[in-house]
């Protein structure tokens, strides 16, 4: 059974869904994996996204303009989609895994019930979210 199968299956959503999940991950996965190389960084001020270009040793140390920040956007197109299915969406920044990851807040509330450590600040779906949620890649 392929992840989409499996996503399709457990979460219930259609192919259309799927289809606009995987699109928004690819995009997020493609922002994640430029910000790690320094091809884009965010300014401290304003967290505006810029876009850095090679210098003659190909690092990306030559400023350029300001971008569109595709990022919040492709999160807030997945954020739509999982909840039109009933399901929150947990983002993965890291460019070495899946970036988006879906789950039921049931699901979330049953593991976290009873465990005291996951009533922590900082922790919860955090550190949940690869066992409870569905990666979308």
């Known amino acids: 059974m ?3 199968e499996f996503a399709i299956k457990k979460l219930g959503l259609s192919h259309y869904r799927w289809s606009r ?14 910000e790690c190389n320094g091809e884009i ?3 401290d001020e304003s967290g505006k996204p810029r876009m850095y270009h090679p210098d003659k ?13 595709a990022e919040a956007h492709y999160l ?20 070495r895994g899946c970036q988006l990851y ?5 699901e979330l509330e049953g593991a976290m019930a009873g465990k005291e450590i996951y009533r922590k600040p900082g922790m919860g779906i955090d550190s949940l979210y690869s066992s409870i949620g569905t990666a979308i890649c």
Do not use: C
Request: charged letters at 30%; proline letters at 3%; hydrophobic letters at 30%.
């Open 41 to 43: 960084q965010r300014e």
């Open 76 to 95: 807030r197109e997945a954020q739509r989609h999982a909840k039109a299915a009933g399901l929150k969406v947990y983002h993965q920044e890291d460019p």
């Open 102 to 106: 879906l789950y039921k807040q049931s």
């Open 21 to 34: 999940l995987r699109h928004s991950e690819m995009a997020l996965h493609s922002w994640a994996e430029k």
């Open 2 to 4: 392929t992840n989409k």
């Open 57 to 69: 040793y190909g690092s990306f140390t030559l400023r350029g303009g300001f971008i569109p920040d």
